[in-house]
């Protein structure tokens, strides 16, 4: 199965990306046709006003994904400026995407309220979806592998390619969502992880950082005193046991000391500690042993095999569609 997936280019990974996408990313190029890619122009959607760290965050991203497991011999990674052809894709998906349409995807309304500080009233911002349906499409993507927020947008890059078809004859696949039920971790304030927050811990961030990080990180505010019984569903400590933590054994020590205070938090904390430090460490080394002109050299690489596939898909989308060139 070709399988296609991607990330905004907007600064370095953080956890949430290795638990909510790269470590699934990492097992599906054992399997299938992985091609995965650093949006750059995605990020523009949203951060068109200051572009002076968008190389820069797009190098980064791609290196996130090297040092998670992706491996460039297995998976072509990309980045989506070096395909042009997203861009000629997205000119004409954008004839047949109803405005109306747009306007009602639920993320168009939500980040636009997230980010009510900033004018997102652009053509580029409505339209990212129709972007996202050429990046999938292009490839002719039978699996996207996505978190449940992302689902409405895979239907909108169904129903582009049902349209297409019904006009110009069958070009493309209906790509089908990958949900792989994955932990959802909280930032370690409690709150919804979110850099801008600053409660997120960067792949590459030093070991003693994330020993402090961790163990200052909100619990269960029921549990004010070491004798207070807690809830580990209501403690964001729990969500990243659920993802480091995997001996059935040390999680019921968790649930049963919680909930029956017979444990401290910081004990709870240093077992976590304990089970996510070897991972981290590898990621944090095989981030640091990653060049720029390494990286780069992936993406070039990555970028000359996307094209070709892309190429492929134009030319037979050019052809339906009647265009001289
Ligand atoms: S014992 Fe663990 S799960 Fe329970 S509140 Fe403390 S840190 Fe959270």
Redesign the pocket.
């Known amino acids: 199965m070709r399988v296609l997936s991607g990330m905004r280019a907007t600064g370095k990974l953080h956890l949430g990306h290795l638990v909510g996408a790269l470590r699934t990313w990492v097992e599906l190029q054992k399997e299938h046709d992985t091609f995965y890619f650093v949006a750059d122009w995605h990020a523009l959607t949203t951060h068109y006003d200051d572009t002076s760290k968008l190389k820069q965050n797009t190098l980064e991203v791609a290196r996130g994904f090297l040092a998670c497991g992706i491996d460039p011999d297995k998976s072509v990674v990309f980045v989506q400026s070096g395909v042009k052809e997203h861009a000629e894709l997205f000119l004409i998906f954008s004839m047949l995407a109803p405005v109306g349409r747009l306007e009602r995807i639920p993320t168009y309304k939500e980040i636009k309220t997230e980010l009510n500080y900033k004018d997102l009233s652009s053509v580029g911002f409505l339209s990212y979806p129709v972007l996202q349906a050429a990046d999938i499409l292009i490839y002719r993507a039978a699996g996207v592998p996505v978190g449940e927020d992302q689902v409405y947008h895979i239907e909108f890059t169904r129903e582009i390619a049902r349209r297409f078809n019904y006009y110009f004859g069958e070009v493309f696949p209906e790509p089908e969502p990958l949900l792989s039920p994955v932990p959802k971790l909280l930032g370690t304030d409690g709150r919804k992880m979110s850099k801008s927050y600053g409660n997120v811990i960067e792949l590459d961030t030093p070991k003693d950082e994330v020993e402090s990080k961790i163990l200052r990180m909100v619990?269960?505010p029921a549990?004010k005193r070491r004798t207070d019984p807690?809830d580990?569903e209501k403690?964001p400590?729990?969500s990243y046991h659920k993802a480091f933590t995997s001996s059935e054994e040390e999680r019921e020590w968790?649930v049963e000391?919680?909930t029956k205070a017979k444990?401290?938090?910081v004990d709870?904390?240093k077992l976590l500690l304990k089970n996510m430090s070897p991972v981290l460490d590898e990621i944090r080394d095989r981030y640091a042993s990653l060049s720029d002109e390494y990286v780069m050299d992936v993406v070039i690489e990555g970028c000359r095999k996307a094209r070709e596939e892309a190429e492929k898909t134009m030319e037979l989308v050019r052809k339906a569609v009647n265009l001289l060139f």
């Open positions: 619990t269960d549990r807690g580990p403690c400590v729990w968790v000391g919680c444990i401290g938090c709870c904390k």
